[in-house]
């Protein structure tokens, strides 16, 4: 039998395909796009953002948005849009608010006038382990490639909403998940949270990264040894297994282990027992296993560079982390996360991202994913001089070429606005006249914007 590839994961226990109950909001932040100028702006517990033409709000100079159109508050871990009496009304999604009140949440797309806002959500920083356990030793926080900073995990792309229900599934089992996806993607991240929203949360996660030591180094962390076990063993050691007992343990590039360490992997899975370097006695060890890793694991089972019957057991349910290029929404979050975190480093006041900046992001292919997005902020802050950052303080990669719009985002905001359009022809039994009062714009441009979607009415 044919060993299965990690895009056809085999669920056991969960449903991903099920809604859960909207998840309390710590923090989220709003994309806020007027014609080709691109926004972030965070919003906090108890903050609230107020859309308007007049002095103190998020200003939109357009004669279709009121003096104090909209509010957008996050109160008790939900986002309220409020229309403030506005004399065009606020649409969230297919819906038009007027002197009303809508939950949204991440994902969700708000239009006040010609500006367009899509709500992405934030979870609370992320720490390395349990009170109990000590952080990693100096240097080894940045040698995973998926090291994003602690700061905010941000979600915002339909893609990453979907993998994040799942994992809040994942979080209740007991299930062994293995995590793939390109080098930088945040796979460790995705463990992470698994373990912070488990019932093993009060216990140690622990990490080892299984390509950045040799293999008898890698068999004595995982498993331990006793004194004398070999040179330099001067003294009985527990290993990583018995470390995470209580908890869990995330066996980071597990497609780098060596085969002998393998064999002793799976023999400690099955049994649920370790036996430490130079000992044959056996301790028991209570630990969830995470995996993680950016090899095609189907190709080196079937080319002998992975137990087939190792990857059966690691791989009760497969998650796949899409690359950053596929989550054109969340690159401006992040890329604000990272600016204000280098910032705060060098004791500066956070930038903003110039529009021509931020299409610049918007359309890079990243290959490096996250990591990569994350040195080029620590590049520009270091470039910068004023409160914007320019085209010409990215790294030189992101500089050349015209910026354009990005084609996911562009397209997920037009899907948006076709949705709309046809929504309010439908109420309005395709009365073009009504149709554009209800959506805030001329017939004119009701008509034109028919003709570039292909509606009819």
């Not at 996050?74 to 606020?90: A, K, P």
């Not at 994003?148 to 909403?161: C, K, N, Q, S």
């Not at 003294?235 to 297994?241: K, S």
């Not at 950016?294 to 982390?321: A, K, M, P, W």
């Amino acid at each position: 039998m044919p060993p299965r590839r990690p895009s056809e994961p085999v669920v056991t226990e969960v449903d991903p395909e099920v809604e859960p109950a909207r998840e309390a909001l710590d923090q989220v932040y709003l994309v806020c796009r007027r014609d080709e100028r691109l926004d972030v702006v965070p919003v906090g517990e108890g903050g609230e953002v107020v859309v308007g033409r007049t002095e103190g709000t998020l200003l939109v100079d357009s004669a279709r948005v009121s003096r104090r159109h909209a509010r957008i508050a996050l109160r008790g871990g939900r986002l309220e849009v409020e229309d403030l009496g506005s004399r065009n009304g606020t649409r969230v999604g297919s819906a038009v608010l007027r002197g009303e009140k809508r939950e949204a949440g991440g994902g969700d797309v708000i239009k006040v006038g010609p500006l367009v806002i899509v709500v992405a959500r934030a979870d609370r920083a992320l720490a390395w382990a349990s009170p109990s356990v000590a952080p990693p030793p100096p240097g080894d926080e940045q040698d995973d490639d998926d090291a994003t900073g602690r700061e905010a995990t941000v979600v915002a792309d339909p893609a990453m909403l979907a993998l994040h229900r799942v994992v809040e599934r994942l979080a209740a089992t007991t299930s062994t998940v293995l995590v793939v996806g390109e080098t930088g993607t945040g796979k460790e991240v995705v463990a992470e949270r698994i373990h912070r929203r488990s019932p093993r949360a009060g216990g140690a996660f622990v990490r080892i990264n299984c390509a950045s030591m040799p293999e008898a180094l890698l068999e004595s962390e995982l498993f331990g040894h006793e004194k004398g076990a070999f040179t330099g063993a001067d003294r009985r050691r527990a290993g990583h297994f018995e470390a995470a007992s209580g908890g869990t343990l995330l066996l980071d590039e597990i497609g780098e282990m060596p085969l002998p360490v393998q064999a002793k992997l799976l023999r400690v899975l099955e049994r649920r027992a370790v036996v430490r370097l130079g000992s044959s006695e056996e301790t028991p060890v209570d630990v969830r296993i995470l995996c993680a890793t950016h090899r095609d694991l189907e190709r080196d089972v079937q080319c002998g560079r992975f137990r087939q019957d190792l990857f059966y057991r690691i791989s009760t349910f497969t998650l796949e982390v899409p690359p950053l290029r596929e989550r054109p929404t969340e690159v401006l979050l992040l890329a604000d996360a990272f600016l204000r975190r280098f910032a705060a480093q060098a004791g500066k006041r956070a930038p903003g991202l110039s529009g021509e900046a931020a299409q610049r992001l918007l359309v890079h292919a990243w290959p490096g994913n996250v990591r990569e997005l994350r040195n080029a902020m620590e590049h520009a802050i270091v470039m910068a001089e004023g409160d914007v950052v320019q085209p010409d303080h990215l790294p030189k990669g992101l500089r050349g070429g015209e910026a354009k719009a990005a084609p996911p985002m562009r397209d997920a905001l037009e899907d948006a606005e076709r949705s709309a359009i046809a929504a309010a022809l439908a109420a309005e039994n395709d009365n073009r006249t009504r149709a554009a009062r209800r959506l805030g714009i001329s017939r004119r441009a009701l008509i034109y914007k028919m003709i570039k979607y292909g509606l009819r009415g």
